[in-house]
């Protein structure tokens, strides 16, 4: 066991806070980048990205911009090539979690650094070393890098619409649920379990649980909660080696959901929902769980999340399905059509 080499790869540089990014000239100059491609869309351009674009140039870089409009492995290509082209040392993901994503891919590719300037706080692949990518239909979650540097900035993510992050707050709350799917699947299936991995993601959720009002009344300080859990939440990641810290049965029960009903919600706002029922499974305070979404302003039942009560029913049943090797409490509390009906009626949502 002791000659088991355990590989952590972290954010050297994590900025969070109101104006980080004037900051990415001197980050860039820290860490001796030299030729940066920056990703972004085409609306975040004019948001963020042509700003990113300027700042590099006054200090002398001569950045490339690529366009992303959608997370699949085609563009991610186009990419990489773009990048292997112009020689690129560094790729700027700017952008949301899909913007995020591909960046992160396509450094992972052309083996250049990967620095994240996220311009909502959706979800939380902003610092985590994994990223989802359509792929062969249905979405995947594969092993790209961690990012060299983070930079939140609190003042961008505020102007982005408000539903983005009330969906990151769900997606955090949720690693009330997942660190316990995580330790089940220790105890019940030999599965190896992380104390610290897990008790980060666990600190995260409490963070924003603990700070639901600051975040639902939309003050700088909830924001920067937020964006500071989520960084967490991808540093437990990277510690851990894979998402099992943050992705447990609410995540199940998500990714079904995008199977079953595509389009309906977001990823954070569906795996919050999820939470609530799989913290009742649990045995844990799924009413706090409930209360601090409902005060963040995030859904908290089926017809916020925009669909019908069976299909959340429908949801609740297939979720064991969806990741087989991921051992939850749905392996232990197993849902018929009936017992998941009544779990969604205790629970509220529908
Ligand atoms: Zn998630």
């Not at 949301?96 to 396509?106: E, F, H, M, W, Y």
């Not at 909660?225 to 943050?246: D, F, K, N, Q, W």
């Not at 706090?288 to 609740?316: D, F, H, K, N, Y």
Request: with cysteine; proline share 3%; hydrophobic share 40%.
């Amino acid at each position: 066991m002791l000659n088991e080499v355990h590989r952590i790869d972290l954010p050297r540089i994590v900025l969070v806070g109101r104006g980080v990014i004037g900051s990415l000239g001197d980050v860039f100059q820290e860490l001796g980048l030299q030729r940066p491609l920056v990703v972004t869309g085409r609306k975040t351009y004019e948001i963020a990205g042509r700003r990113i674009r300027d700042i590099l140039k006054e200090y002398g870089y001569e950045p490339g911009v690529a366009f992303c409009s959608k997370a699949d492995l085609d563009t991610v290509e186009r990419i990489r090539k773009q990048a292997e082209a112009k020689n690129a040392d560094s790729i700027v993901g700017v952008g949301g979690g899909r913007t995020i994503d591909v960046a992160k891919l396509s450094a992972e590719k052309s083996g250049a650094f990967f620095v994240s300037v996220p311009t909502n706080a959706a979800h939380d692949g902003i610092a985590s070393s994994l990223a989802s990518v359509k792929g062969h239909g249905r979405p995947y979650s594969l092993k790209a890098v961690a990012p060299i540097a983070v930079l939140a900035d609190s003042g961008i993510v505020a102007e982005s619409p408000y539903r983005f992050t009330a969906s990151g707050c769900g997606d955090v709350v949720s690693k009330a649920v997942s660190v316990r799917d995580w330790r089940l699947a220790h105890e019940e299936n030999g599965d190896y379990y992380g104390e610290y991995a897990g008790s980060l993601a666990l600190m995260s959720s409490n963070l924003v649980m603990r700070n639901a009002r600051l975040i639902g009344e939309r003050t700088e300080e909830g924001y920067r909660t937020l964006l500071e859990a989520l960084v967490s939440c991808g540093v437990a990641m990277s510690i851990a080696g894979s998402s099992r810290p943050c992705s447990g049965s609410g995540h199940l029960f998500s990714h079904t959901l995008d199977v079953i009903a595509p389009g309906a919600a977001l990823h954070g706002e569906q795996c919050g929902v999820g939470a609530i029922m799989m913290a009742k499974l649990h045995g844990i305070d799924w009413g706090a769980l409930r209360e601090s979404l409902s005060v963040i302003g995030a859904p908290t039942t089926a017809a916020e999340l925009g669909i019908g009560p069976e299909t959340v029913v429908e949801a609740l049943v297939k979720a064991r399905a969806i990741r087989p090797d991921r051992y939850t409490i749905l392996n232990k509390a197993v849902l018929t059509y009936e017992s998941a009906r009544n779990l969604a009626r205790e629970c509220g949502v529908i």
